[in-house]
């Protein structure tokens, strides 16, 4: 995996001479220099306006800064300077805490300047253009990557008053969604995706250690108070990984593993249901037999309320000019996909999420993401446009706090456990 060259570009726009020579700069830079020089040379340049070492490229950052285009072209400037020197550092490690000083220094306000002289006025253009990149969701996708990259070291009760925004790094499956945006290199892809591995395999591990400590604790326990005292001292004890209580993890971990409905698991219940089905019949029939499916998931009194009868009517709208058509696997991946509309949220413009809302507080946030996981596991093209929705919900909840959300917070921790129990490596059926 190797750093951007100066000459891709974002969604074909066109990049100037000037431009790439601020590129180059910080490509042939970054390749020899520590963190700390860079990190200096980047304040410098763009926060304090004091230029660089090299005159070629004082001159392209002030034609830069003074074109009649600044206010398009800088966002897309400064971000593609930060992912120069990010995609490089996201190989060591090491380099984590680097990357997140370089997207504070945005944050820390530049040194005083003069008020007259040609100078003075570029120094003040340029910090009108700095003014505005934060607020643009270029920024704001970096500030999330130093989330995510940051040490937290915050007690589980002061989590809670804080925004639900600082708990990206928790929630893999939203990365992607979240940490990247329209202008992503493939490199910012990719460093996006080793991420999303590295964080999903360790809750994983965590998830699983937690789990048979419990396992072995509770052995112990029958055994006698002397057992488990014993058992305690010998090994390390693994602590909780999610924002549930024990209880609830111990019930999710249940719920998504083990038996759920007549003896058997989701996953089961979604061999079943294309065992039935096997794209046989007409695509109305697939309907009916889908609301069926989904209608075993739903408490009983909640469901004869309204929910049951609202599921069949957005069923039964779905593409109806179709429904004497044979069933297809392009029907499924389009009904599922409007099935999770339904069932979370549309998009970032039709927001109106009551029936997830309804949901989880009829149901709880175990059940409700179970029903969730049903559609998933039926149809696995859709998992990512899932957590496209649950992306949306993130994004527009952000600076809530989490206490405010904190049914949010309980189906994306439930999430976790679903996704490492019925896609990841986390086998806990055994120990559960």
């Known amino acids: 995996m190797g750093?951007?060259?100066?000459?891709?570009?974002?969604?074909?726009?066109q990049i100037s001479q000037d431009e790439s020579r601020i590129y180059d700069y910080f490509l042939h830079l970054v390749e020899r220099e520590a963190t700390d020089s860079l990190i200096d040379r980047f304040r410098r340049l763009f926060i304090e306006g004091s230029g660089s070492d090299n005159i070629q490229v004082n001159q392209a950052f002030y034609r830069v800064v003074t074109a009649r285009t600044a206010?398009?072209?800088?966002?897309?400037?400064?971000?593609?300077?930060?992912?120069?020197?990010?995609?490089?550092?996201?190989?060591?490690?090491?380099?984590?805490?680097?990357?997140?000083?370089?997207?504070?220094?945005?944050?820390?306000?530049?040194?005083?300047?003069?008020?007259?002289?040609?100078?003075?006025?570029?120094?003040?253009?340029?910090?009108?253009?700095?003014?505005?990149?934060?607020?643009?969701e270029q920024y704001g996708t970096l500030q999330r990557l130093a989330t995510v990259l940051a040490q937290q070291n915050v007690s589980r009760e002061d989590l809670f008053q804080a925004p639900l925004g600082t708990l990206i790094r928790r929630y893999p499956y939203l990365y992607e969604h979240c940490l990247l945006g329209d202008e992503s290199t493939k490199e910012q892809q990719h460093t996006i995706q080793r991420l999303q591995s590295q964080h999903q395999q360790q809750f994983e591990v965590d998830l699983s250690q937690y789990v048979l400590y419990q396992v072995r604790c509770a052995k112990a326990a029958r055994q006698g108070k002397a057992q488990l005292e014993a058992l305690q001292q010998r090994i390390q004890p693994a602590t909780n990984p999610t924002l549930l209580t024990n209880?609830?993890?111990?019930?999710?971990?249940?719920?998504?593993?083990?038996?759920?409905?007549?003896?058997?698991?989701?996953?089961?219940?979604?061999?079943g249901f294309h065992a039935q089905t096997s794209y046989g019949p007409r695509y109305g029939q697939f309907k009916r037999d889908l609301h069926q499916y989904l209608s075993e998931s739903i408490d009983p009194s909640f469901g004869r309320k309204r929910f049951n009868q609202q599921l069949c009517n957005n069923l039964q709208n779905t593409f109806a000019d179709l429904d004497h058509q044979p069933m297809s696997d392009f029907l499924m991946v389009r009904t599922c996909g409007q099935l999770l509309n339904f069932l979370v949220v549309e998009n970032s413009r039709k927001l109106n999420h009551f029936t997830f809302v309804d949901l989880v507080g009829n149901m709880g946030a175990t059940a409700t993401t179970g029903l969730l996981l049903k559609v998933v596991l039926l149809c696995t093209k859709v998992k990512p446009y899932l957590e496209k929705?649950?992306?949306?919900?993130?994004?527009?909840?952000?600076?809530?706090?989490?206490?405010?959300?904190?049914?949010?917070?309980?189906?994306l921790e439930n999430l976790n456990i679903a996704f490492s129990t019925n896609f990841g490596n986390a086998n806990l059926s055994l120990v559960v």
């Open 3 to 13: 750093v951007i060259e100066a000459g891709n570009s974002y969604n074909n726009r």
């Open 71 to 136: 206010e398009a072209d800088f966002p897309h400037i400064v971000n593609r300077c930060c992912h120069i020197l990010i995609n490089r550092w996201q190989l060591n490690i090491r380099s984590n805490e680097a990357i997140v000083t370089l997207i504070e220094l945005f944050d820390v306000p530049p040194s005083p300047y003069g008020a007259s002289s040609t100078r003075s006025r570029v120094i003040q253009r340029l910090r009108q253009l700095v003014q505005r990149f934060v607020k643009t």
């Open 247 to 271: 209880y609830e993890l111990a019930a999710s971990v249940r719920h998504f593993t083990g038996k759920v409905s007549g003896g058997n698991t989701y996953r089961d219940m979604a061999k």
């Open 389 to 411: 929705r649950l992306a949306i919900l993130f994004d527009h909840y952000e600076s809530a706090t989490q206490e405010s959300v904190l049914w949010l917070v309980q189906v």
